[in-house]
């Protein structure tokens, strides 16, 4: 499928030129202009939604030229059901990111809004990226411009935050570069992702790759125990480095596991998938652990990230629909509701200078709307029904329970967690008698700040109350990868029908439709 | 020996280098300071001539004075890189002179010189030419290290380039004698027909071979051959450090691949575990001492040795890949590195030449606390060279180490790019606490008299073309890597 306008390249390069293009406007035009790149790449990236073939379930969009002959790197883009909804997560919160951003970031304001625009061009090449390289070097052209967001306009113990962030994740994919020449060498000499998708490789080599890529994916998900430069990163970073780190950089850990991991290594991916199981569900009840020991707010959001996060990582090892699907879903929820949690977080500490819940208490009276949302955006991250991590996380355990059904009860103690130190959260924030200090101070949010809130607020609920048709986009791309770790001979009939009878409960709210078509 | 007019004009580059060079020298005495600027010019005019001959030698194999010189295209390449890597050390010495007060002409007759020595040496197809112009290189650049005649650092580093270099010399020099007495030849297309002729294990092709690689060890300033590096790289000028790290070890790379691939490919396995050894504890000590500089010129002293280990491991893998295709990957690998590794430090090391003010010495790594603040535009670049050094992509770095990387996996040692990765990630510390220093530090109080720093035009054009180089190669690497992969194949 080639479509005569190279659409991802355009939505790659626009914020790249448009960082260059900062460098030489007047001061007072670096905000807007940011902002309208960003605004631009959303508006262009909204079509891809709808010319998207649903019924497909290769890669669409695609664009292929030569990048280097010797080795064959190709400049080779493309989109599926897998990566579509993240490249359009990422456009729709950059536009909030440089929104978030217009007071707060008051010093070197020209280079904040070039290194955001660089991000988002680099972020949706990873995600679009179909030649292994070409993957890694977006991969990699992420961290420089987040370690120069955390240690310039990061708080006081950014320096130490940021080299933390940098050092753990270079090391993780360094050893994914070996693993990926390694690949080329063992395969078909091609750095084709789509192509490396079909090979067969052995089993010893599936499991020195699985490591490899494991070290790469792992710390930046960030799976337990390799999660703990996160916390420092979040509570150092500015508000929009909180939001792209939470929102869409740890997605690349968990895309990358449902690219790579699981259809090109579907044997070693098997064979690890207790481990992997294990390690998600010690990341989700540890995660929910130390968020309720929080008495920072962006920290306890961290944790629930590590918490949120292992429901992903548990979705994609359960090899079945409904995981995999809730586990994309999931992606996608986590990216919308800790996006929010973390703009709330950015709003208040404009007003108050101050992170911890103590100094933050008793808002609804002076801040009504503000705390509106910011309860709307905690009762998603609980997985509230008819907001949009209900859907995601109910299918994730739901495919658990066909896994193992020890494991699913485990998880669900996650949720149990996530709604004590959530609600405890909005319990001292939202209610409570706000202190005389900060009390001048707060006032509601202006309606810069609404606008970076509403379009959030309404994906909460549009995806909670009508995911089909995320879900319609998503099917075929997961059944293929589905299709690559069921084992050559389709006799286990028995085992794989037995999702389709397991349906969500037809509340009017969620009507999931979870035919596991068998590819 | 036969010799014919012709042979002269295969080397024309090298004699209107030399014959420079003697204009310079001559003219010196009889120019006044002032005037002296036009020999920085003649120079740079001479060098702009010779890249055009030698880029019109592409494509052609001949051989000269009997064989002692081949003109090929692998010797084009490296003769190209050397005569563009001069051409940037004469516009960085240019503004970098007049600061350090330094009015002396036969600087550039030095560069010229040394200059034409390593063009000697990458096109030499035998030992005793290749020692020949390695002298020249080397006793050019003791000079030219101890030129700030008023510090003893400097002339500490001349002296101590002198004597191990000397030392060096003669151990490369025994290894061609054992050598010689091994095959009865000194030409390299005979040494290699004379080891094929009879078994690899004759203890005196070993010795041989033991005595070449620790002579080629200390030009190359690997681990365990590398102690006057840091002491050579802080004491001398920085304009000339630049030209050391860069074009000195790029000659050496260029005349010590020909000499294990064309004259000594018979006994790959031996030396192939040899540079093994060095090149991880190259790897090893380069990465980790360079942790604990506080001046950036042996920082990237021990940067410099550590790259060459990266490199080294192109070399490895040649001499372990079992096809021959192979082992051409990993001498192109090498090639490329080497280039790539020219364009970031030599940016590098001209920044750290911009940061030389009236009384600061902008060595110490702490100078550079604040430089985003100072001069946005020299920090910036110096943060893409940083990035480079570290490997990072989109640049050229990154692709060098890729190559360097996918050649060693090829040749089934994908250890040992793990262990280079690893270190690769020890080196980022370093090269990302000096980014840390000029953007996420405040400068010190700015005193009224405190210098302000300024790029001149020359300065500007040597940062513009390492730059370019970086960005470009990183983002477009075709033309270079299909440049290498040409040169390598006229290697035999």
Same mark, same amino acid.
């Given at each position: 499928?080639?479509?005569?306008?190279?659409?991802?390249?355009?939505?790659?390069?626009?914020?790249?030129?448009?960082?260059?293009?900062?460098?030489?406007?007047?001061?007072?035009?670096?905000?807007?202009?940011?902002?309208?790149?960003?605004?631009?790449?959303?508006?262009?990236?909204?079509?891809?939604?709808?010319?998207?073939?649903?019924?497909?379930?290769?890669?669409?969009?695609?664009?292929?030229?030569?990048?280097?002959?010797?080795?064959?790197?190709?400049?080779?883009?493309?989109?599926?059901?897998?990566?579509?909804?993240?490249?359009?997560?990422?456009?729709?919160?950059?536009?909030?990111?440089?929104?978030?951003?217009?007071?707060?970031?008051?010093?070197?304001?020209?280079?904040?809004?070039?290194?955001?625009?660089?991000?988002?061009?680099?972020?949706?090449?990873?995600?679009?990226?179909?030649?292994?390289?070409?993957?890694?070097?977006?991969?990699?052209?992420?961290?420089?411009?987040?370690?120069?967001?955390?240690?310039?306009?990061?708080?006081?113990?950014?320096?130490?935050?940021?080299?933390? $962030?940098?050092?753990?994740?270079?090391?993780?994919?360094?050893?994914?570069?070996?693993?990926?020449?390694?690949?080329?060498?063992?395969?078909?000499?091609?750095?084709?992702?789509?192509?490396?998708?079909?090979?067969?490789?052995?089993?010893?080599?599936?499991?020195?790759?699985?490591?490899?890529?494991?070290?790469?994916?792992?710390?930046?998900?960030?799976?337990?125990?390799?999660?703990?430069?996160?916390?420092?990163?979040?509570?150092?970073?500015?508000?929009?480095?909180?939001?792209?780190?939470?929102?869409?950089?740890?997605?690349?850990?968990?895309?990358?596991?449902?690219? $790579?991991?699981?259809?090109?290594?579907?044997?070693?991916?098997?064979?690890?998938?207790?481990?992997?199981?294990?390690?998600?569900?010690?990341?989700?009840?540890?995660?929910?652990?130390?968020?309720?020991?929080?008495?920072?707010?962006?920290?306890?959001?961290?944790?629930?990230?590590?918490?949120?996060?292992?429901?992903?990582?548990?979705?994609?090892?359960?090899?079945?629909?409904?995981?995999?699907?809730?586990?994309?879903?999931?992606?996608?929820?986590?990216?919308?509701?800790?996006?929010?949690?973390?703009?709330?977080?950015?709003?208040?500490?404009?007003?108050?200078?101050?992170?911890?819940?103590?100094?933050?208490?008793?808002?609804?009276?002076?801040?009504?709307?503000?705390?509106?949302?910011?309860?709307?955006?905690?009762?998603?991250?609980?997985?509230?029904?008819?907001?949009?991590? $209900?859907?995601?996380?109910?299918?994730?355990?739901?495919?658990?329970?066909?896994?193992?059904?020890?494991?699913?009860?485990?998880?669900?103690?996650?949720?149990?967690?996530?709604?004590?130190?959530?609600?405890?959260?909005?319990?001292?924030?939202?209610?409570?008698?706000?202190?005389?200090?900060?009390?001048?101070?707060?006032?509601?949010?202006?309606?810069?700040?609404?606008?970076?809130?509403?379009?959030?607020?309404?994906?909460? $609920?549009?995806?909670?109350?009508?995911?089909?048709?995320?879900?319609?986009?998503?099917?075929?791309?997961?059944?293929?990868?589905?299709?690559?770790?069921?084992?050559?001979?389709?006799?286990?009939?028995?085992?794989?029908?037995?999702?389709?009878?397991?349906?969500?409960?037809?509340?009017?709210?969620?009507?999931?439709?979870?035919?596991?078509?068998?590819? | 020996?036969?010799?014919?007019?012709?042979?002269? #004009?295969?080397?024309?580059?090298?004699?209107?280098?030399?014959?420079?060079?003697?204009?310079?020298?001559?003219?010196?005495?009889?120019?006044?300071?002032?005037?002296?600027?036009?020999?920085?010019?003649?120079?740079?005019?001479?060098?702009?001539?010779?890249?055009?001959?030698?880029?019109?030698?592409?494509?052609?194999?001949?051989?000269?004075?009997?064989?002692?010189?081949?003109?090929?295209?692998?010797?084009?390449?490296?003769?190209?890189?050397?005569?563009?890597?001069?051409?940037?050390?004469?516009?960085?010495?240019?503004?970098?002179?007049?600061?350090?007060?330094?009015?002396?002409?036969?600087?550039?007759?030095?560069?010229?010189?040394?200059?034409?020595?390593?063009?000697?040496?990458?096109?030499?197809?035998?030992? #005793?030419?290749?020692?020949?112009?390695?002298?020249?290189?080397?006793?050019?650049?003791?000079?030219?290290?101890?030129?700030?005649?008023?510090?003893?650092?400097?002339?500490?580093?001349?002296?101590?380039?002198?004597? #191990?270099?000397?030392?060096?010399?003669?151990?490369?020099?025994?290894?061609?004698?054992?050598?010689?007495?091994?095959?009865?030849?000194?030409?390299?297309?005979?040494?290699?027909?004379?080891?094929?002729?009879?078994?690899?294990?004759?203890? !005196?092709?070993?010795?041989?071979?033991?005595?070449?690689?620790?002579?080629?060890?200390?030009?190359?300033?690997?681990?365990?051959?590398?102690?006057?590096?840091?002491?050579?790289?802080?004491?001398?000028?920085?304009?000339?450090?630049?030209?050391?790290?860069? +074009?000195?070890?790029?000659?050496?790379?260029?005349?010590?691949?020909?000499?294990?691939?064309?004259?000594?490919?018979?006994?790959?396995?031996?030396?192939?575990?040899?540079?093994?050894?060095?090149?991880?504890?190259?790897?090893?000590?380069?990465?980790?001492?360079?942790?604990?500089?506080?001046?950036?010129?042996?920082?990237?002293?021990?940067?410099?040795?550590?790259?060459?280990?990266?490199? !080294?491991?192109?070399?490895?893998?040649?001499?372990?890949?079992?096809?021959?295709?192979?082992?051409?990957?990993?001498?192109?690998?090498?090639?490329?590195?080497?280039?790539?590794?020219?364009?970031?430090?030599?940016?590098?090391?001209?920044?750290?030449?911009?940061?030389?003010?009236?009384?600061?010495?902008?060595?110490?790594?702490?100078?550079?606390?604040?430089?985003?603040?100072?001069?946005? !535009?020299?920090?910036?670049?110096?943060?893409?060279?940083?990035?480079?050094?570290?490997?990072?992509?989109?640049?050229?770095?990154?692709?060098?180490?890729?190559?360097?990387?996918?050649?060693?996996?090829?040749?089934?040692?994908?250890?040992?790019?793990?262990?280079?990765?690893?270190?690769?990630?020890?080196?980022?510390?370093?090269?990302?606490?000096?980014?840390?220093?000029?953007?996420?530090?405040?400068?010190?109080?700015?005193?009224?008299?405190?210098?302000?720093?300024?790029?001149?035009?020359?300065?500007?054009?040597?940062?513009?073309?390492?730059?370019?180089?970086?960005?470009?190669?990183?983002?477009?690497?075709?033309?270079?890597?299909?440049?290498?992969?040409? +040169?390598?194949?006229?290697?035999?």
């Amino acid at each position: 499928m080639t479509h005569s306008f190279p659409w991802l390249t355009v939505l790659i390069f626009l914020p790249l030129a448009g960082a260059i293009v900062l460098c030489f406007v007047k001061d007072a035009a670096v905000r807007p202009i940011a902002l309208g790149i960003a605004v631009a790449d959303l508006l262009i990236s909204l079509p891809l939604w709808w010319l998207f073939d649903a019924s497909l379930s290769g890669m669409q969009f695609t664009e292929q030229a030569v990048w280097i002959p010797s080795p064959p790197i190709h400049y080779s883009l493309g989109l599926d059901g897998i990566s579509l909804p993240l490249v359009i997560m990422t456009t729709v919160l950059m536009p909030l990111c440089v929104l978030i951003s217009w007071h707060s970031i008051a010093t070197r304001v020209r280079g904040f809004m070039a290194l955001l625009l660089i991000m988002e061009g680099a972020m949706i090449g990873v995600f679009a990226a179909l030649d292994f390289v070409l993957f890694y070097i977006f991969w990699e052209a992420m961290l420089i411009p987040m370690y120069l967001v955390i240690g310039i306009w990061g708080g006081p113990n950014r320096l130490y935050a940021t080299v933390k $962030f940098f050092l753990y994740t270079l090391a993780g994919s360094v050893l994914l570069l070996v693993a990926i020449l390694a690949l080329y060498f063992q395969g078909d000499h091609t750095f084709d992702i789509p192509l490396l998708s079909q090979g067969t490789y052995s089993t010893s080599l599936q499991m020195w790759l699985f490591l490899a890529f494991f070290a790469a994916f792992a710390v930046k998900v960030p799976m337990f125990p390799f999660h703990t430069w996160l916390p420092d990163a979040h509570v150092e970073a500015p508000t929009a480095g909180s939001v792209i780190l939470a929102s869409v950089l740890l997605k690349m850990g968990t895309y990358g596991f449902l690219r $790579f991991s699981l259809p090109i290594l579907p044997d070693a991916s098997k064979m690890f998938a207790p481990l992997m199981v294990g390690l998600s569900i010690v990341a989700i009840i540890y995660g929910a652990y130390m968020a309720l020991a929080q008495s920072d707010l962006k920290k306890l959001i961290a944790y629930s990230s590590v918490s949120h996060m292992g429901f992903v990582t548990l979705g994609l090892f359960t090899f079945n629909i409904q995981g995999i699907e809730g586990a994309l879903m999931q992606m996608v929820n986590h990216g919308i509701t800790t996006g929010g949690l973390f703009l709330c977080v950015g709003v208040i500490y404009e007003r108050t200078h101050s992170r911890q819940i103590a100094d933050n208490i008793g808002l609804t009276k002076p801040m009504p709307r503000y705390a509106t949302v910011l309860v709307i955006f905690a009762l998603s991250s609980i997985a509230l029904p008819g907001t949009n991590s $209900f859907v995601g996380e109910f299918m994730v355990l739901a495919g658990t329970f066909l896994w193992s059904k020890l494991a699913a009860t485990l998880a669900s103690l996650g949720i149990i967690l996530a709604a004590a130190y959530m609600l405890w959260m909005v319990q001292r924030v939202a209610f409570g008698v706000p202190s005389p200090t900060f009390l001048p101070t707060l006032r509601d949010v202006s309606p810069r700040e609404m606008a970076t809130l509403i379009p959030l607020v309404v994906l909460v $609920f549009w995806i909670g109350i009508f995911p089909n048709p995320l879900l319609t986009r998503m099917h075929p791309s997961v059944n293929h990868v589905i299709a690559r770790t069921l084992p050559p001979v389709p006799a286990q009939a028995t085992a794989l029908t037995e999702p389709d009878m397991l349906t969500l409960p037809s509340t009017d709210e969620s009507p999931v439709p979870l035919e596991a078509s068998r590819p | 020996m036969t010799f014919s007019p012709g042979d002269l #004009l295969l080397v024309l580059p090298e004699l209107l280098v030399v014959a420079a060079a003697c204009v310079v020298l001559a003219l010196d005495p009889v120019l006044t300071p002032p005037q002296r600027d036009g020999l920085a010019w003649l120079s740079l005019g001479t060098l702009a001539v010779c890249m055009g001959i030698i880029a019109s030698q592409m494509g052609q194999r001949a051989e000269a004075f009997g064989g002692l010189v081949v003109i090929d295209d692998y010797g084009c390449f490296w003769r190209l890189l050397l005569c563009f890597v001069a051409g940037l050390t004469v516009l960085l010495s240019y503004s970098y002179l007049k600061e350090e007060r330094l009015h002396i002409g036969e600087y550039y007759g030095f560069v010229l010189l040394s200059l034409s020595g390593m063009m000697v040496m990458v096109a030499a197809a035998d030992l #005793l030419t290749i020692y020949l112009g390695t002298e020249l290189m080397s006793l050019s650049l003791y000079v030219m290290a101890g030129l700030k005649r008023a510090e003893s650092r400097s002339l500490e580093a001349s002296a101590k380039y002198f004597v #191990l270099g000397a030392f060096s010399s003669g151990i490369l020099l025994y290894g061609i004698s054992l050598l010689y007495g091994a095959t009865g030849s000194t030409r390299l297309p005979a040494i290699a027909s004379a080891i094929a002729n009879q078994s690899p294990d004759n203890p !005196l092709l070993l010795a041989a071979t033991i005595f070449i690689a620790a002579g080629f060890g200390f030009k190359l300033a690997v681990v365990p051959f590398h102690m006057w590096t840091p002491d050579v790289y802080q004491g001398a000028p920085t304009s000339v450090t630049a030209y050391m790290a860069v +074009a000195s070890k790029a000659a050496s790379f260029g005349a010590f691949l020909r000499v294990f691939i064309e004259g000594l490919g018979g006994l790959k396995t031996d030396w192939s575990l040899i540079f093994l050894l060095l090149c991880i504890a190259t790897l090893v000590l380069g990465n980790v001492v360079a942790l604990v500089q506080t001046n950036i010129k042996r920082m990237l002293a021990y940067s410099s040795i550590a790259h060459a280990g990266y490199a !080294l491991i192109g070399v490895v893998a040649a001499g372990r890949s079992t096809e021959s295709l192979g082992g051409v990957n990993g001498i192109a690998s090498v090639l490329l590195y080497i280039a790539f590794y020219a364009f970031m430090t030599f940016g590098a090391f001209a920044v750290v030449a911009m940061l030389r003010k009236g009384v600061v010495e902008g060595e110490e790594i702490e100078d550079f606390t604040g430089l985003a603040k100072r001069h946005p !535009l020299g920090a910036f670049l110096m943060l893409i060279f940083m990035v480079s050094l570290a490997g990072i992509p989109p640049t050229a770095g990154f692709i060098g180490k890729f190559y360097v990387f996918m050649a060693a996996v090829e040749a089934g040692l994908p250890w040992l790019a793990v262990i280079a990765l690893i270190f690769a990630v020890v080196s980022a510390y370093y090269y990302l606490r000096l980014i840390m220093l000029m953007y996420m530090r405040e400068p010190g109080e700015l005193t009224p008299d405190s210098p302000r720093l300024v790029m001149s035009p020359s300065l500007s054009i040597v940062l513009a073309c390492a730059t370019a180089g970086v960005v470009i190669f990183g983002l477009y690497p075709r033309p270079l890597v299909s440049l290498a992969a040409q +040169a390598v194949l006229a290697l035999k």
